[in-house]
């Protein structure tokens, strides 16, 4: 029954920056924490950030000091800032709420990011 509906994919050149965006269709404030995740080719998903409701953050090692995870509560938005981006950052990214520990949305449909050299 929950909706997610991501944004702001595209294609970069190495170095650049983008923006990612989620919506959701319920609070994001009354849960646990919303999540960024990614799956590239020939790769499982893997999660990339995560930030709770107390606004404590957590980052992939691969991304940290790169990315910045944030969110809008009136909006019930989630976001992205990619910098510094890589061509191994190449993937689809998906976000989902973490309800309680353990328990999460489903899938929504991601967002492709693509870089090139």
């Known amino acids: 029954q929950v909706q997610l509906v991501e944004s702001g994919g595209g294609l970069v050149q190495a170095g650049g920056s983008l923006r990612l965006s989620c919506a959701r269709s319920?609070?994001?404030?009354?849960?646990?924490?919303m999540t960024w995740y990614r799956q590239a080719p020939g790769k499982q998903r893997e999660l990339v950030a995560r930030?709770?409701?107390?606004?404590?953050?957590n980052y992939a090692d691969s991304v940290k000091g790169r990315f910045t995870i944030s969110r809008d509560n009136a909006k019930n938005m989630v976001f992205l800032q990619m910098n510094s981006l890589k061509i191994e950052d190449t993937a689809v990214y998906y976000c989902?709420?973490?309800?309680?520990?353990?328990?999460?949305?489903?899938w929504g449909q991601g967002t492709q990011v693509t870089v090139s050299s």
């Open positions: 989902r709420g973490e309800v309680v520990v353990g328990l999460y949305d489903a």
């Open positions: 930030i709770t409701s107390g606004g404590r953050t």
């Open positions: 319920r609070s994001i404030s009354s849960i646990n924490a």
